[in-house]
């Protein structure tokens, strides 16, 4: 775990988390390494969504570790808005902020955490809305945009401060089916440019595609972990074949 | 792996903190308990301060002598109290009518069709006029307008006429809170009412105004609390409430007194109903949409 080449840039050790009664991760254990993407699946209720927003410090964990780049990012005594910000999350629902224009959702955290003067700030988010293909509707505010519009730039907005690690929770699930392939290009795109992801996702195509690792998430912890091929194709779990099935039907 | 699909692990699975946790918890307590404790040094540095300055100025002692002297409190209290439970009873009347009146208000407002636009419009204008005139002005001319007029059947009761004037004052302020709720709820709500078939009257009653009053409570209740103290007001139409019984009583010992005591009651009387809100408001379900949803706590 201490060699610098296969330290992983985000471990996941016995994470717990409940609610109330409910216990979402129930010692979950992940290794995410840099320049990799691994595809989390699962059954609605499975604790993907939990999961990303444990790492992401949207919400605290009960017990167990996390951490990013060999550090533990659960320890209380860390500036957790500092962690966040060296990581990028993509929501289910975009969450753009509906009283900015596109241009200025991306510019805000460079400016207001990195503190990047307004000049270059623009100048960076010009070139990532570039990237996503969006760079002429920077003026426009994102009540203008279709829902896959809207996403990409949410993953612009994400990507702006050069994340360590992108988080995705399941961003196609609330597009309309024709702008889904939009958006799952741009991700594969992005694993070309050799980004490390942590994403959750229903698409099991994609997943097949874009993943280098598939975990297959049941009872709060990772029932099953391999590569896409073999997860998706010739599952060992009897679960994870029946899950799969029904996914792929 | 032994959990059947789709189900929680109970609560008593077998899961104690691990080493990692406890330290963070401790952490965690320990770091409470300084905030806690700096808190409270601050507050009792902060009142001592604020104590010893007051009672080091020059006029101190007369000042303490003429407004708050425990004897003339003592004496003045019985009155005092008796007027305060006329400005519950006016509060509680007017509360009841305000409420009423302002949802036949807020409904008229939001009545689409020319069928409606005179109601609609004399809505508009009632809102406009009565949240324009200062409510003292509105006591005055209706508490000595209208006996002016010798009408037969009209009360002249300064305490009638006094909460008519509550109520008309209120009723524009209240309407608009309640519009600002039936209009918060989203179109998809209506849509969605309607296509079950529901009417537009049905789907008013059954389906947005459910919605709209639960968001509107913790504001609701804010204009009761601002009621109960402009039921003070009604004093100046001659009605003895606690405000008129603490004038009084100043004239008759010479002393300010009754006034602190008069303030001391209203703020007792208010402080319950503040508290209220603050519950109301952190109640989840009572906020509407957002309480309930994932992440609507605090982050680190």
Not at chain 2, 26 to 31: H, K, M, P, S
Not at chain 2, 278 to 286: N, P, Q, T, Y
Request: contains cysteine; proline residues 5%; hydrophobic residues 50%.
């Amino acid at each position: 775990m201490t060699g610098a080449l296969d330290t992983p840039l985000l471990a996941v050790r016995d994470v717990r988390k409940s609610f109330g009664e409910h216990v979402v991760l129930d010692g979950l254990s992940l290794d995410v390494h840099a320049h990799r993407v691994v595809v989390l699946i699962g059954a609605s209720g499975s604790g993907k969504s939990t999961l990303l927003r444990c790492v992401d410090l949207l919400e605290d964990v009960d017990d167990g570790v996390i951490e990013l780049e060999g550090r533990d990012i659960t320890d209380p005594r860390l500036d957790a808005d500092a962690v966040r910000a060296r990581m990028g999350m993509v929501f289910q629902s975009y969450n753009l902020f509906p009283h900015l224009r596109v241009l200025d959702n991306v510019t805000l955290a460079p400016r207001l955490v990195h503190r990047t003067a307004r000049r270059q700030a623009q100048d960076e988010a010009m070139a990532v809305l570039e990237r996503v293909g969006l760079a002429d509707k920077a003026r426009a505010f994102p009540d203008e945009l279709s829902g896959g519009q809207q996403q990409r730039v949410a993953i612009a907005r994400a990507l702006v401060g050069r994340p360590a690690v992108l988080l995705l929770d399941e961003v196609t699930s609330a597009l309309d089916p024709e702008l889904v392939g939009e958006v799952l290009d741009l991700l594969g795109e992005l694993k070309d440019t050799g980004l490390t992801m942590l994403l959750a996702t229903h698409e099991m195509a994609f997943a097949r595609d874009v993943a280098d690792e598939v975990c297959f998430l049941h009872a709060g912890r990772v029932h099953e972990r391999g590569p896409a091929a073999q997860v998706l194709g010739d599952p060992l779990e009897a679960r994870t074949r029946e899950f799969v099935r029904r996914f792929t039907a | 792996m032994t959990a059947p699909a789709g189900h929680a692990v109970p609560a008593q699975a077998p899961w104690t903190p691990s080493p990692v946790q406890r330290e963070r918890d401790a952490y965690r307590r320990a770091r409470a308990r300084r905030s806690t404790l700096a808190a409270l040094v601050s507050t009792v540095a902060l009142t001592a301060v604020v104590v010893l300055g007051v009672r080091a100025a020059p006029g101190w002692p007369r000042v303490q002598a003429s407004f708050l002297d425990p004897e003339v409190a003592l004496a003045s209290l019985p009155r005092v109290l008796e007027g305060l439970w006329l400005n519950v009873r006016v509060m509680a009347v007017c509360a009841v009518v305000i409420v009423v009146v302002a949802l036949g208000l807020a409904l008229a407002r939001t009545l689409h069709g020319p069928v409606f636009l005179p109601l609609r419009l004399l809505a508009t204008a009632y809102v406009d006029v009565f949240r324009g005139l200062p409510l003292i002005l509105v006591l005055l001319l209706v508490g000595f307008g209208v006996p002016g007029l010798r009408l037969q059947g009209v009360p002249t009761s300064a305490v009638v006429l006094g909460g008519v004037a509550l109520v008309l004052t209120y009723s524009a302020y209240v309407a608009e809170v309640f519009r600002a709720g039936i209009e918060s709820v989203h179109p998809s709500q209506v849509a969605a009412a309607r296509s079950l078939g529901l009417t537009r009257g049905q789907t008013l009653r059954h389906v947005v105004l459910p919605q709209a009053v639960r968001r509107v409570v913790p504001p609701l209740l804010n204009d009761l609390v601002s009621l109960s103290k402009d039921s003070g007001l009604i004093s100046i139409l001659g009605a003895v409430d606690a405000v008129r019984a603490a004038q009084i009583a100043t004239a008759t010992h010479a002393n300010f007194t009754p006034y602190v005591v008069a303030g001391v009651l209203f703020v007792l009387l208010t402080i319950p109903l503040t508290r209220l809100t603050d519950v109301l408001a952190r109640r989840s379900g009572w906020l509407g949409a957002q309480s309930g949803l994932a992440g609507a706590g605090a982050l680190r």
